[in-house]
Every structure is written in structure tokens, then in C-alpha cells.
């Protein structure tokens, strides 16, 4: 039998454990790091978990996209879905009088429609599913200016729990308890690794590729729409914008579903994209700090996660590479 953190016959650390060590360096190092740089405005305790929180809004949605990523799938409608679910459930929540009620029921669901409308195009247009969800992001950017009017949609106060440290956390572990309860212990979760291991293989197993596919698509728009909650609640407003501006929203999301791939040998895709979401925070944050311009930062972080998943992640002599 395999003890928690060594195999007895071998004496290597076990899987898992390599893998959360691995991921509590890299957090070390990017703190000291920019600990060491900018120490009087950066890494105190207080911004540790302004850090985290930020973390575990991008997570909540993250842990849902995972699902389509496994598969091989992808997704650029991500921003344009947490814009759109976050302004109607912010309309659910106010302007309906449906208070939290209102505005939990309308993101979940706008988020899982938008997910919907994105598997099924993809599963029926049987295109690549990146140009299926350009097109629908400046579909659903459109959407949100209509449905908002083109005003700014406010949070009132008192409906602004979500966006407090407590109210992240309740609503985030709900989300990734959630998540790892379908990938582990349902049919979907199985289904979605057997598909995005070999989908001809899965085929042939008897297995409705197009209608997984499909289900994970609503999954990843439902969590979006969980993001979405996290957003508003924490930024209090949300304006609708056009001419795919919402693809800066993409980014965090996807960067933490990349760690999920790269330590999923580890046995912890979820729990990696959590910590991963606070790594790469903690470099964005850092940089702020600096005082670097946008642009270095994008660039310098891009080049980090390169590193970061190169290292993680070891090829096999002979496979393709999609």
C-alpha cells in the first residue's frame, strides 16, 4: 500500500504530493520575488488574500471550463458570457426585486443558455469550436448592450454579500465541490476523460461524443455564470462593451485551466487551477507594484506560464501534438 507522501517500494514522493509541493514553490517563488523587489506595497498578509480572492473568482468559472479544455475544446466567448450573465442577474436582482434569489438564478442560467447555444453551433456546424465562440462572443457582447441598454448595470449594497472575502469562499467551494463530484464520480466526469484521452476510441465504446461535448459546454457556462456572480458582487457594476473588448476577461480563467492540464498527471486538475488562479495573481499584483507597464506584464506572464507548462509537462516520444 502506497503511504500519503512516499511509495514504500519505490521511496518516490507520491503523485499528488509532488504535485501540491511543485505548486506551493512556484506561490513562494513569485511572492519573494516580488516581496524582495517591492517590499513596502506588495505580499503582506492583507494583500495575500485580496490576492486570493481575486484568485477564486477567476477559479469559479475555471473549474468549469475544464471540462471543455479536457476534452480539447475552447472557448472565446468567456468574457462576453460573464458580462451577459452578471448584467442579467444583476437586472433579476434589482430592477425585479428578486434580490440574491434573482440574482444567483439569472447568471447560472444565462451563463448555462450561453454554454448551451456554444455546444450546440459547435456539435451541429461541426466546426472548430474557436470560430464557432468568436462569432458567438460578439453575439452575446451585442446581446448584453441590448439587454442593458447601453447604461452601466449597478449592484445595489445590499446585495453585495458575493463580493466580501466570506461570500466568494461559500459561493467558490460550492462551485468546486460541485465540479469535483461530476469529474469523480459521475458519468460525465468519466466520459469527459475518455473523449478527450482518444474520441475515436470513445466512439467505439458506444459513447454520444456530441452530446458530452455539448453537456460540458453548459457546464463551463454555468460556472462562468458563477464567475459572473463573484464579478459584479466584488466590482459592483458591469457595463456591457463591444468589438470583442470582453476577450480580456478570457485570459486568468484560461491560464488557470492550463495548470489544471499540466498537473492533471498529478491526480489534482481542480485543486491546481485553484492555486494556480492565486500564482498567477500574485505575478499580476506584483507587477502593479512595479509600476510596469500592461504590456510587459501580459508579456513576462505569457512567458512564465510557457515555462511553467513546459517544465510541468513531459511529452511522449512519438505523440502528436494538436
Known sequence: MESVVKNKKTGKINGKVKGY???AA????????????TPGNFGSPANLISYFQAGLM????????????????????IGSNIILSAIVGCIFASRLGLGYFGLVIGSLITGG????????????????????????ALIFESLANFVANGETQTLPDNLRWFGSTAGSIVLAAAAFFIAYMLLNYTKIGTYT???????????????NVDRFKLIAFIISGAF???EAILSIGYGSSMVAVTGMSSMSRNFIPTMGC????????????????????????IIFYGFIALGAPTAIQDVITGLALLVIITVTTRSVKGEIVK
Open 21 to 23: 509541493l511543485i505548486l
Open 26 to 37: 512556484l506561490v513562494f517563488a513569485a511572492w519573494a520575488v516580488f516581496k524582495i523587489l
Open 58 to 77: 477567476a477559479a469559479t468559472g475555471a473549474v468549469g471550463f475544464y471540462f471543455v479544455m479536457v476534452m480539447g475544446m475552447f472557448d472565446f466567448s
Open 113 to 136: 443558455l450561453v454554454g448551451l447555444l456554444n455546444g450546440f453551433l459547435y456539435t451541429k456546424l461541426r466546426i472548430p469550436s474557436m470560430i464557432v465562440t468568436v462569432g458567438t
Open 193 to 207: 476523460y475518455a473523449i478527450g484521452s482518444n474520441e475515436f476510441v470513445a466512439k467505439n465504446m458506444g459513447i
Open 224 to 226: 462562468f455564470g458563477a
Open 258 to 281: 492550463f495548470f489544471g492540464l499540466a498537473f492533471r498527471k498529478y491526480g489534482i486538475p481542480l485543486q491546481a487551477i485553484v492555486i494556480g488562479e492565486f500564482f498567477v495573481n
